[in-house]
DNA sequence: AATGAATGAGCCTTCATTCAT
DNA sequence: GATGAATGAAGGCTCATTCAT
């Protein structure tokens, strides 16, 4: 991709594998950008970062392990993301529309982590890692619970079960979202950026379930 | 695909063809509610409907063939069932509703096929019948955005572009089914069943769209 | 091998590939005659018979498969053989010594065939298959037991536990045959062939069981 | 292999550079007796005795080098267990019976070392130390010729040719003991403990050079 | 319409071995 | 003596697909 004509050696001295687990992910993360998940192959990531065989193994145990790393390693991003916007809000609809909006920025901001973290999740729910995918997600769902709460006791929010909370704040976003990332990847035309509609998107949000 | 020479289609019984290819996709739809869309191969099939590798490609002409076939017949399916839902409804709130719960009653009604669409629909996005499916999908919408036309005209509904409705009415539900069928294939335990939220789900729809 | 130059197609005109399945088993006794049975893979076969990695599976499954039919085959034609003496033999002694004999003389005629039997038992009763071995050696001990039975009961034979007589009567046979076999692929010195002994060991089959 | 510049021998305490190489023996007997032979894995024995990779290279070079190093262990337990047994016993009868109880009760004593005998020879030949096999057999066989060959010449025993001794001494002992190992590990049920005919095999090998 | 043998590319994985620290 | 990351050859297996019958 970037062909250096001058090595310099002093210039890049051990950026290139300083991490090599690091350069395994980031091909992956290339690989199915390219092709999807199931484009993900030992010998594609191979031939995209340099790595041997062994040495992928040795990190990743095997094809799935890769797929799960990377896919956990973007979840708890996306995760710490979307928290820092929640945090940085200020009332209960700022909070409500943050959630929205700062789930809608990240995945604007890196599309092709976002479209892995759609594909990926259902090999990763029937691999071996299925306990760990639902602590994970138990854990941000817990983290959301947390937060509307107190606003619901305060008579700010209306009274909803809790399982249905994800689904109403965050389904018409991430529906969006994935319908935008499917077109994104096929051709140029279709659907507008997320962005274009990140007012009406938010404030779907806060509809659904303000008192 | 396989040229014949001597048509005379009065001749033979349709009964017994329809019957095979029919044997087939059930057969595809086990294999992938068993461990997901790659799990469809000719084998499996084969080895579950009993058919042949050369009947199975005389019948779909690829692999890809009957992913395709058995996505587009539940597809339509699907639509055929929310579309009669609609018809019945009686009124704009009614209308909305009725798109969220015939959505949900269909998902209920039979989720090993809800599943596979859910899985599928990369697939065939990515594969030959490209066309097709963004023709299908461009119907359905149409029809959705046709009905809301002249409702949103009189008033009754709010402003909104209509890229954004499928997302706005469909989303929640949506993102609720594919949670809730997602959990059922791991364990016993987890979400309860849409059917549980009916209500709140086509009520959700409404507040998001009502004027 | 032997390079054909002239083609001659109508001397040699379906016997190269009339039995796909036949080719692959004289292809796997060629790897392991070469490199013991550990050299049987998959490409090795394809390489000396031809056939392609697909035919190979779709006769025997997986590679162990190809082993193990292959030691059934030698281990049946090794029965049937020694059989075939001991029906032969008149009286007593001379069965005893048939057994021998017949084993002997099997051996010496087809080494490499006897060392995939020795070598490939473990293989085979480690595998899969370790039921029909089972059955295999039942029968086999089973049909020298019944021979034994009338004349034990006559008196002409000391009264033994059947569990021991195939060591005691085979016993000598088989571990020198072992041994020779052994030294036979190494090096070209060493053991005589086991004609040499041939009246000797029949006659320690007959000593351990006489009255 | 490893060079060293500073040797100090007799600063080293031996005791862990023992128990080490001990360790990774056990290992690899508890791999072999799983999996057999084949299944001794330098990554399987390291899981085992939590030596590290390079450790195992250190004390053994390679591969091969654990399997042969605990081979020739083995081996040299065996011979020294059935010498003794053979310089106990009083008379020539007493002591060809005790050349077949020694190898008995040791089996007995220690089977999964005697299945690994059975096992790892063949490999063990087949490797870069068959000389070191070759010489060591040659030794036992000799000591055996060593202790019969006055017997013979004072007409106690047959006059056999020396190949031929081993095999018919050792030879149903040996096919009992075999045939015993190889149930032993699949099953629970089958042939009953070698003790159980340990007169019966003692009196064969005496009944097969006795004059 | 149906059958099933044959094909070969492509994938995952294991394994012995090396080497810098 | 010990460690563990890295290497790459080699092997097993799956799979879509073709084609003669």
Redesign the interface.
Known sequence: MASRITPSPSAVPAEASTDRRQDILNAALACAAEG?V?AVSIDGVRARCGASVGSIYHHFGNRDGIVAALFFDIFHDQSRSVQAQLDAAQGVEAGVQALVTGYLDWVVAQPERARFLF?A???V??GQR?PDLAEAARRRNQALVAWFEPHRQSGALRD??C??M???V???????CR?WL?ERS?LGGG??SPTT?RA??AD?AW??VTA
Chains 1, 2, 3, 4 share one sequence.
Not at 170 to 176: A, F, H, I
Request: aromatic share 6%; glycine share 12%.
């Open positions: 999807g199931d594909q999740r259902g090999a729910a029937a299925t909803l079960p399982e249905l994800p689904s109403l965050m389904g018409p976003v991430q529906s969006y319908a499917s096929g659907l507008p509609y009406e998107l779907a509809r659904a």
